[in-house]
């Protein structure tokens, strides 16, 4: 099982990015009960919960972020999203995708989101 995360970048204050994690490798069994989210690392700090959601229509945000970025989920693909709006400096980040399933935690690489003032 691997999941893959994409769509990081570098952008400017107040612009947008869209975050992809494709699993791969994941039956649909697995993957669709899981809770699916998505963290982030800045330098020299923990690592955050930024959103996570439990299944299609759930959606649960830290509070720095509500407002501004929505995750969303397509079983079929077995995909996350994560949309960033209204970006601010302190958003930046190594953003990490996460699959919790009743076995264990799955991460991917993770992906640098740069936001430049």
């Known amino acids: 099982v691997q999941l893959q995360a994409s769509g990081g970048g570098l952008v400017q204050t107040g612009g947008s990015l869209r975050l992809s994690c494709q699993a791969s490798?994941?039956?649909?069994?697995?993957?669709?009960?899981?809770?699916v989210g998505w963290y982030r690392q800045a330098p020299g700090k923990e690592r955050e919960l930024v959103a996570v959601s439990r299944s299609i229509r759930d959606a649960n945000y830290a509070d720095s972020v509500k407002g501004r970025f929505t995750i969303s989920r397509d079983n079929a693909r077995k995909r996350v999203y994560l949309q960033m709006n209204s970006l601010k400096s302190e958003d930046t980040a190594v953003y990490y995708c996460?699959?919790?399933?009743?076995?264990?935690?799955?991460w991917g690489q993770g992906t640098q989101v740069t936001v430049s003032s």
């Open positions: 996460n699959v919790h399933t009743t076995y264990r935690d799955y």
């Open positions: 490798g994941m039956i649909s069994s697995v993957f669709n009960p899981g809770s």
